[in-house]
């Protein structure tokens, strides 16, 4: 990455040491004894200026630039470690006389300017203003306004110099000045330029400015390289650009929309068009974790009772344990030493823990006296490998769900854990970026007798909590379809009551469980005091059943969002209906790959299994969003569930769609449309200072 100092040169050579001088002190200590040393170098640091590698001269072909060249040269002869020296001459120059010579210079100044920036890199470009003719200097700050450097540096000098400056000898300037010649001379900055977002749009198709298109031969080193193109293009281009300015950036922001199937946030059309299409051809891979994480996100489908990693549900185990008695924790232990004992446990171990209604006590005990190995080994080992166990698996989707078997209503029983859980569930939404999160879960599980009551100590203890990054938590109630239709209609009751007590954190109704049990239309009726009610309505349908699952819901329930509706494409027309009404799916990569069995390059397993849905229900134009289901469960994040969909969708999803979706997350969170509003602003500002910088 080399820094480049970019000059344009006269009949005074003088010009490109002194601005040499300014940019290299330790390697040309020319003004050392200047009176304004200090604030030079203050000036050289607030614009965080480097010494330049290479220093770049565009010049005409006439006698003096001829001598002026020549003394250059042996200037940068008398340099230790001295810059590359490079030369063009334009063809058939001069004095700049003419309109054609005026064109010519001009053409290589600004192609020496787009050449500059694609070989430094990276590197600086810094444009000195000094040298040549008045036009000269007018170009160089066109091209500067246009393709950007970090500095625009002017070199004033008395009017009266003295001859020795004058009619300066190479060796002088090659040397430090004494104190009554260096003040003769000044270093200013005029400025620093950004590139233009002309450069990077196509117009009349002409596409984004590239050096390939408008090539300038690069002369070896102190050698000069003649310039001898006539026909001006990019100088034309660029001028052609700027008279239209207006237009090209509204055709681009067409052109865009037209491909789009979803709006992404407002801001990020305002990036300039290199960093739009940047985010837009850059597929999602495993180099965008850490950018996925630092994204403000939206999780609208996380299970409470899959949340907790291993080492968070040890955490809760020990709150509890610290609170049993005596011979409470002797009785636990005592009913779990077979367990302790055994490497691999009966399948029907979770039984076990229920049987002498203690179950939160034995919970805590497992938890905290079997080895990490027994942990491991039976709750995620004996179901491994973990694809498709829905079908594959003799368990069916109990064996999905045996890595939870320690956590959610296991240790929520106990009053203990409540704290320490939402503390866990905290901390867990800081590590992963999130800014928005709806848990849901099952109260009258956590708490048979008062599953409000529950509610109300978890929201307590969620809002108790420091919250650094203000992020926002709410909570679905789940109804399970394999209760009986008496239990069903309590906990629909129960989640009306709770949006009425705690409006502020109880947002929706979901009903979940093996969706072959119950058909929506024979249990619609419970659902008649949620409807009434307005409260929102999210199902859990067609992951790995038929479409049909998805119309009964969508129809009998009148769902606002699906959680999965994997195989909604099998009927175009309700896939219609949903993109006409706005039902969101919350997809959840990982389980889905788990539960049901999708390709996942990752998993050698599943190379036989169906591509997963995403790419093309989303290309459709359907609303979707990603979301973590059990992250504990599938061991997890939201920013892995992008990955995840990059894998399963073969890296055909961008950036930008990813912050699509993570849009859409906002877009249909169950919360008043006055709040959202205000939410979806925030996080678009937000968005727009992560990305604008990146």
């Known amino acids: 990455m080399p820094n480049i100092l970019l000059c344009t040169l006269g009949a005074s050579w003088a010009v490109i040491p002194e601005a040499y001088a300014f940019l290299a002190p330790d390697k040309l200590p020319l003004y050392l004894n200047h009176p304004e040393q200090t604030q030079l170098l203050a000036l050289k640091d607030q614009y965080q200026l480097q010494p330049p590698d290479e220093i770049w001269v565009c010049t005409t072909q006439g006698q003096q630039t001829q001598t002026s060249l020549q003394t250059l040269k042996a200037w940068i002869d008398c340099l230790p470690n001295a810059p590359q020296l490079r030369i063009w001459q334009a063809a058939q120059t001069d004095q700049l ?34 040298g040549g003719r008045k036009t000269m200097s007018a170009d160089m700050q066109w091209a500067g306004s246009l393709f950007g450097c970090q500095a625009l540096l002017h070199v004033i000098s008395a009017d009266k110099l003295p001859d020795e400056l004058r009619f300066a000898q190479p060796a002088t300037l090659a040397r430090t000045l004494s104190a009554d010649l260096a003040q003769l001379i000044m270093p200013l900055i005029a400025g620093q330029t950004s590139r233009s977002d002309l450069l990077d749009i196509s117009v009349d198709g002409v596409g984004p400015i590239k050096t390939e298109d408008y090539p300038l031969d690069l002369p070896a080193p102190n050698q000069i390289g003649l310039f001898a193109d006539t026909d001006h293009r990019l100088s034309q281009e660029l001028g052609k650009r700027e008279k239209a300015s207006s237009r090209l950036f509204g055709n681009y922001l067409l052109d865009i929309s037209r491909t789009e199937s979803h709006e992404n946030w407002r801001s990020l059309y305002r990036l300039p068009p290199r960093r739009i299409d940047q985010l837009r051809t850059t597929m999602l891979g495993e180099k965008d974790r850490q950018w996925l994480l630092e994204l403000p996100k939206a999780d609208l489908h996380r299970h ?53 209604s203690q179950r939160s006590h034995n919970t805590a005990a497992l938890l905290l006296h079997a080895s990490e190995e027994q942990l491991q080994e039976n709750l995620w080992q004996v179901t491994e490998p973990r694809v498709g166990l829905k079908d594959q698996h003799p368990a069916g989707f109990s064996a999905y769900e045996r890595p939870g078997e320690l956590s959610g209503s296991a240790l929520l029983y106990h009053p203990a854990a409540i704290q320490p859980y939402a503390q866990a569930i905290a901390q867990q939404a800081i590590d992963e970026g999130l800014a928005y999160v709806e848990l849901r879960g099952s109260p009258q599980k956590y708490d048979p007798a008062d599953g409000l009551a529950f509610l109300k100590q978890f929201h307590q203890a969620l809002t108790s909590l420091p919250n650094p990054t203000n992020i926002q938590f709410r909570f679905i109630v789940i109804a399970d379809r394999r209760a009986e239709e008496a239990d069903l209609q309590k906990t629909i009751d129960m989640a009306v009551q709770a949006k009425r007590e705690l409006p502020d954190f109880v947002v929706g109704l979901d009903m979940a469980g093996d969706e072959s049990r119950t058909q929506p239309e024979k249990i619609a009726h419970l659902f008649t005091p949620a409807f009434a009610a307005c409260l929102p309505i999210t199902i859990h349908a067609g992951e790995g059943e038929a479409a049909e699952s998805i119309w009964q819901a969508a129809y009998h329930l009148h769902a606002d969002r699906i959680g999965h509706g994997l195989t909604l494409n099998d009927n175009e027309n309700l896939a219609q209906r949903f993109r006409d009404r706005n039902i969101c799916l919350e997809l959840c990569p990982s389980s889905n790959r788990e539960v049901v069995g999708f390709f996942d390059a990752k998993f050698p397993e599943t190379e036989e299994m169906p591509v997963y849905p995403l790419l093309a229900l989303w290309q459709k134009g359907l609303p979707l969003t990603l ?5 504990g469960i599938s061991q997890t994040s939201l920013a892995d569930e992008y990955l995840a969909a990059a894998r399963m969708t073969d890296f055909r999803l961008s950036q930008w769609d990813a912050l699509a979706m993570i849009k859409q997350g906002f877009v249909h969170a169950f919360i008043p449309g006055q709040e959202k509003e205000k939410l979806l602003k925030d996080i678009d500002a937000k968005l727009y200072e992560l990305l604008i910088t990146a």
Not at 337 to 347: F, I
């Open 97 to 130: 006389a003419t309109q054609q010579e005026c064109a010519a210079i001009r053409e290589l100044i600004v192609r020496a300017c787009l050449k500059a920036h694609d070989h430094a890199s990276g590197g600086q470009v810094v444009l000195s203003l000094a």
């Open 304 to 356: 409470l009772g899959g949340c907790l990693s291993l080492d968070d549900q040890r955490r809760v185990a020990e709150a509890i344990w610290q609170n049993l008695t005596a011979a409470e924790r002797d009785q636990a232990l005592a009913h779990c030493q077979k367990l302790l004992q055994q490497p691999r446990w009966p399948w029907n171990w979770p039984k076990f823990l229920k049987c002498n």
């Open 627 to 631: 979301c973590s289901d059990n992250p």
